[in-house]
């Protein structure tokens, strides 16, 4: 991302060993041409740091923000809480659940405070960075045109790719 250009996507993680996942849902958004910064923010170690930021990056034109977390995963649902603009949730593989833990931490939100919450793990981090695109498609032709170009070329490769090997 340029210095000149403002991060449209905020890319929030509990910890940075949620990086070694993460880094999928960066590379995706780079790959698309969308701005955007990552951050590890804790909500439970550091939450006046993760008021802070949401709250600045918001007044200065961050319009999605993805947040991956592990185990009790409050930081999607305290991030919606503090901001009006999308929040998207990654639920990453804790200790002893799969993610599962974090899954239901993620989509067990109440009425009123919304959270889009992905699958657990990588094909979330990407289909995050997928679905953040598609929202800002809404707004900006070149992430639409970016996003239709990318779902175009995933249907050729499967098509091209369908055969199996004879036995």
Same mark, same amino acid.
């Given at each position: 991302?340029?210095?000149?250009?403002? $991060?449209?996507? @905020?890319?929030?993680?509990?910890?940075?060993?949620?990086?070694?996942?993460?880094?999928?849902?960066?590379?995706?958004?780079?790959?698309?041409?969308?701005p955007?910064?990552?951050k590890v923010?804790?909500a439970h170690r550091? $939450?006046e740091l993760?008021?802070?930021?949401v709250?600045?990056?918001?007044?200065n034109?961050?319009?999605?923000?993805?947040?991956?977390?592990?185990g009790?995963?409050? /930081?999607a649902g305290?991030t919606?809480?503090?901001?009006?603009?999308?929040?998207?949730?990654?639920?990453?593989k804790?200790w002893? *659940?799969? @993610?599962?833990?974090?899954?239901?931490?993620?989509?067990?939100m109440? @009425?009123g405070v $919304?959270?889009? *919450?992905?699958?657990v793990?990588k094909?979330?981090a990407k289909?995050?960075?997928? /679905?953040?695109?598609?929202?800002?498609?809404?707004k900006?032709?070149e992430?639409?045109?970016a996003?239709?170009?990318?779902?175009?070329?995933q *249907?050729?490769? @499967?098509?091209?790719?369908?055969?199996?090997?004879?036995?």
């Amino acid at each position: 991302m340029s210095e000149e250009t403002k $991060p449209l996507v @905020g890319v929030i993680m509990g910890s940075h060993s949620d990086w070694s996942v993460m880094e999928n849902c960066a590379k995706q958004l780079k790959d698309l041409g969308v701005p955007y910064e990552a951050k590890v923010i804790s909500a439970h170690r550091t $939450p006046e740091l993760l008021h802070r930021w949401v709250n600045a990056s918001t007044e200065n034109g961050m319009e999605v923000i993805i947040a991956a977390a592990g185990g009790a995963a409050h /930081l999607a649902g305290v991030t919606a809480a503090i901001t009006s603009v999308p929040v998207l949730a990654v639920p990453m593989k804790a200790w002893s *659940t799969e @993610g599962l833990d974090s899954l239901l931490s993620m989509v067990q939100m109440p @009425g009123g405070v $919304p959270v889009g *919450t992905l699958a657990v793990g990588k094909p979330g981090a990407k289909n995050a960075a997928l /679905l953040a695109t598609a929202i800002l498609g809404n707004k900006y032709p070149e992430f639409k045109k970016a996003y239709e170009n990318f779902r175009t070329q995933q *249907t050729a490769d @499967g098509e091209a790719n369908q055969d199996l090997p004879a036995v």
